[in-house]
């Protein structure tokens, strides 16, 4: 079981409060959490990865176990603390200004 922090507005528009819990097959790595989020709730598709390309977007943020996962390859394994359940995969809404 994979547990993800959404950011608040990922949440509402998700109808979800707290984690959410997935249940993933295969290793687990970014590409496999997102597709089994968004498949569990389509109404998250292209806001967190683009829809054609697959590719996150600009001010989304990915975090696990203290590490900025962001720039990882999305079919790498995520740390055996998230994939254990122990640790949140965290998706985060990035700041942007002055």
Same mark, same amino acid.
């Given at each position: 079981m994979i547990?993800?922090?959404l950011p608040a507005h990922l949440k509402n528009l998700a109808h979800v409060t707290g984690?959410?819990? @997935?249940d993933v097959t295969g290793p687990a790595t970014q590409r @496999?959490?997102?597709d089994s989020l968004e498949a569990r709730y389509p109404m998250l598709l292209g806001t967190i990865r683009d829809r054609h390309?697959?590719?996150?977007?600009?001010?989304v943020r990915f975090y696990a176990c203290q590490e900025d996962l962001s720039n990882e390859s999305p079919d790498a394994p995520l740390p055996e603390p998230v994939a254990a359940g122990e640790e949140p995969f965290i998706? @985060?809404?990035a700041m942007a200004g002055g």
């Open positions: 547990r993800v922090v984690e959410v819990r @997935l @496999l959490v997102l390309s697959g590719k996150r977007r600009a001010f998706i @985060l809404g």
